[in-house]
């Protein structure tokens, strides 16, 4: 606790804490492809239908930009056998993170109170994960393989002993200060032996499956369409690494995924 009292200001408990990431280090870009031209259009209330209709219409024009993450069995293989860890998240990671002003005019939108535009990064805009990743890559560079893996806005700090975690814990916090970057106080675990990264338990020991979520397959109800089939395969292969002979297991599933395969789960 004497650490994160020292460095308090890399703590919030409410969004008005958060001053965002200096925007000399990180922006948001909304990339549009060269021959992309907007339309103007009639205001009109659009079904879901519809909805996914101007979705993909709009993924087409946007140009991509491919910064890959982490690769998760690579990020748990680096935790294990640590004998301390702190576990860090970021407060509404996203919103940390501003938009270009050039950019922001394509986020307009019309509701009830007027037209606005976002002004920081939100959820489900395309590229937001490829940007956030690439600078908490670039916020936490010199430590990242060193003593500390970074998924998104999920910081684990690592070590074998308690004193170089105190001592790692601290320049962590010290590059979040220097960013602007606000860590979440209530969903942060400090020194500790054991905790959740990813959907996994990571012990000293070894990577083990968190219960919880073998309880939501155990309880799933039997697949009725082929969507449900796709669900079910997506939650356990998650964790095939921790099942023996996965894809001979699974195959009588997979088959019902053929086409023109007639459903029958009995």
């Not at 990431?21 to 990339?31: A, T, V």
């Not at 946007?62 to 301390?84: A, M, Q």
């Not at 000293?204 to 395969?233: A, H, Q, R, Y």
């Amino acid at each position: 606790m004497q650490v994160s009292r020292q460095h308090k200001k890399a703590i919030g408990w409410r969004l008005s804490d958060l001053p965002r990431i200096n925007p000399s280090i990180c922006m948001h870009n909304i990339l549009m492809e060269e021959e992309a031209r907007p339309i103007r259009q009639r205001q009109r209330r659009m079904n879901s239908t519809i909805l996914d209709v101007v979705k993909k219409k709009l993924n087409q024009l946007t140009r991509k930009d491919h910064f890959t993450l982490p690769f998760i069995d690579k990020v748990l293989e680096k935790l294990t056998g640590k004998s301390h860890y702190c576990f860090l998240d970021g407060f509404s990671g996203y919103m940390q993170i501003h938009i270009a002003p050039e950019d922001q005019h394509k986020t307009t939108f019309t509701c009830l109170f007027g037209t606005f535009a976002y002004t920081h990064m939100l959820f489900g805009m395309c590229n937001a994960s490829s940007t956030f990743q690439r600078y908490m890559t670039s916020i936490f560079s010199g430590l990242l393989q060193d003593c500390i893996e970074v998924f998104m806005d999920d910081f684990t700090v690592y070590t074998t002993s308690f004193d170089a975690c105190m001592e790692n814990l601290s320049w962590v916090l010290i590059r979040c200060i220097n960013t602007n970057l606000v860590l979440n106080f209530e969903k942060c675990h400090f020194m500790v032996t054991e905790g959740i990264v990813l959907g996994h338990l990571v012990p000293s020991k070894g990577i083990e499956v968190e219960k919880s979520k073998i309880d939501i397959i155990t309880s799933l109800p039997n697949p009725t369409s082929m969507w449900e089939v796709c669900s079910f395969l997506g939650h356990a292969g998650f964790y095939r690494r921790f099942i023996k002979n996965f894809s001979k297991i699974a195959l009588p599933l997979s088959k019902l995924l053929q086409k023109d395969m007639d459903f029958n789960f009995d």
